[in-house]
């Protein structure tokens, strides 16, 4: 019996789904932040007394360079599970990166953006602990 070398159409479209999901998700949040570090929302410090506005605009900057971040974040996450349909349409979704196996569905399923099999990120880490 041979190995499996990719994912069949239906396993695909399989994780099509999940990964449309998560992409959904994924972008009301990016959305969300946005419009928190735009002010879009209409909640901000103009309208309170110039004794808290001092107070508030220290913990404003804070939350906004922290939104920032995770807008980033987020955005990086839109883009890997944007890959991974293009890595579906072109077939190769699934398969590591390092090995050229098939990562298990369990995996894809939690981390649908992944490139990596465990064993191949495992390893890596063993490398990069070793220099």
Do not use: W
Not at 1 to 23: G, N, V
Not at 59 to 72: F, P
Not at 81 to 97: P, S, V
Request: hydrophobic content about 35%; some cysteine; overall charge positive.
């Amino acid at each position: 019996m041979t190995e499996k070398t990719k994912y069949s159409d239906t396993e695909l479209e399989e994780f099509r789904a999940i990964i449309l999901d998560k992409l959904e998700i994924a972008k009301k949040d990016y959305d969300s932040l946005r419009a928190g570090l735009t002010n879009s929302d209409g909640n901000d410090v103009s309208d309170t007394s110039p004794t808290f506005k001092v107070l508030e605009e220290g913990a404003s900057t804070l939350s906004k360079e922290e939104a920032a971040r995770l807008a980033q974040r987020q955005m990086k996450f839109i883009q890997s599970l944007q890959a991974a349909l293009i890595r579906i349409e072109n077939k190769t979704y699934g398969i590591c990166r390092e090995t050229g196996k098939l990562i298990a569905k369990d995996r894809l399923r939690a981390v649908p953006h992944a490139t990596l099999s465990i064993e191949a990120k495992q390893g890596g880490t063993k490398l990069t602990r070793s220099k």
